[in-house]
Structure formats: structure tokens, C-alpha cells
């Protein structure tokens, strides 16, 4: 299945953001509620042959935090699956991405791409977590790239490929036979770069080139994950932040 879905939010002059820009293609349903736009999957999967891809617009001054409803399972078909965003924040404008995890069941091969072009001020903060397999089963296969440019320059390029079908990947160099692995990345003011910290023994906070943090973590499974990036963005940024 093929689909394509964007969504744009601009200031809408009273301190608030609109959306301006709302289309949805099944399976990619957009729902927009007071807290967040929430991705819902209008099928299941992603399943393989899927091509799907998001395109984000965020202008200057506005606000926009992006979830799903729930996790999604990349599962096996005719061939890969595929998920793309595309998103461009304006100066003074806010991204942040907040997806729940992405599971690899057995034999999925699932590939998620996402370039991100920040302006001037532009704020981001980018969720990232991956679930290798479903309860009591092995994983599918599933690759990650995330791609970020600050005016124009690169300033993260992040690549992960995990499963079976990329040998070495569960070796002590990458996951150490982890079965959650995510990121959480944060740029803009207020997130200025520091000395890298190593939270605890599976969880690091990295300082990116010129701009922002990138926390990284493993974990048994997506709870503490999530518990351990959480930690991470508060050692790194402050509870006010």
C-alpha cells in the first residue's frame, strides 16, 4: 500500500498554533486533539510492500507535537516496508516527535527514514524507540536513519540497522542482545552543547557538533527504555526545560 499525508501549523496570532494543513491517506490517518496530532493506523502493520511517508511543516512561531495512538508492528509481505518523514521547522517554531515504539515482528523488514531541516532557532526534540520482536518470539529485521540540518549544514546523521538480516547487530559493539534500543534528540535553545554523560551502564547522553543532545539507551524492554531516554532528557536539560 502507498500512501502520502501532510500537515502544516502556522501561529495562529492569539499565542496558539493551527493546523493550516491537514490530509491523510489511509493507512496514515491524521487526528488533531487539543494535546497533539496522533497518528492512527488505519490498517494494521506497517506490512511489507507498504510505502508510507509523512511531510511536516512547522512555521515560524508555531508549535507542533506529533504522536501515534499506539505501538506500531512492522510485519512480513511482498517485500520491505517503509516509512519517510519529511519535516521543516521554521525559526522560533517547535517540532516534537513522540511516537510509541515500533516493533519488529519475526521476518518483517521494515525501514524508516526521517530528514529534518531546522531554521535559526528552531526547536526539536526527537523520539526514537525500536522493540525487537513481539513477546516470546524473535525480531524481524528493521533499519533506521535520521538525518538533521541547521540552516542549511548538517548536524546529525544517525544510522541503525538491527535484526537479522544485519549481521553483527546484537554483537556487544551494538545492542549487547538488548531488545528495545532508542534515541531521543534535542535541539534548539536551552539545550546547549555539554560533556558527554553516561547515565548508567546502558544509557549515554551525547553532545551533538554545534547544537543540542542526543540521548541514547538499551534496555529488556520498551518500559524501561522509555524510563531510561526520560532520564536522560532530564539530566540533560533540567526539569524546566
Known sequence: MRARARVAAERDGRGG?????????????????????YLVGGAGGPLGGDDVSLEIVVGSGARLTVRTAAASIAL?????????????????????????????????????????ALEGDARLVWREELVLGRHSE??????????????????????????????????????????????????GPGWAPSAPAVLRATAAVLALARSGLQVVALADDASVLRSSLDAGMLAAAGPGI
Request: aromatic share 2%.
Open 17 to 37: 498554533s493551527r493546523l493550516v494543513t491537514l490530509r491523510s491517506e489511509a493507512p496514515l490517518l491524521l487526528r488533531s486533539t487539543p494535546e497533539a496530532l
Open 138 to 187: 524473535p525480531s524481524g529485521s528493521v533499519s533506521s536513519r535520521s538525518d538533521v540540518d541547521l540552516d542549511a549544514t548538517p548536524l546529525l546523521r544517525h544510522e541503525l540497522a538491527l535484526g537479522p538480516a544485519h549481521p553483527g547487530a546484537a554483537s556487544p559493539a551494538v545492542t549487547a542482545g538488548a531488545r528495545a534500543v532508542g534515541s531521543v534528540v534535542m535541539i
Open 76 to 116: 512480513p509481505g511482498a517485500g520491505p516496508s517503509r516509512f519517510r518523514v519529511w519535516a521543516r521547522v521554521a525559526e522560533g517554531g517547535e517540532l516534537r516527535w513522540l511516537p510509541e515504539p515500533l516493533v519488529a515482528a519475526t521476518a518483517c523488514d521494515h525501514h524508516m527514514e526521517a530528514t529534518v
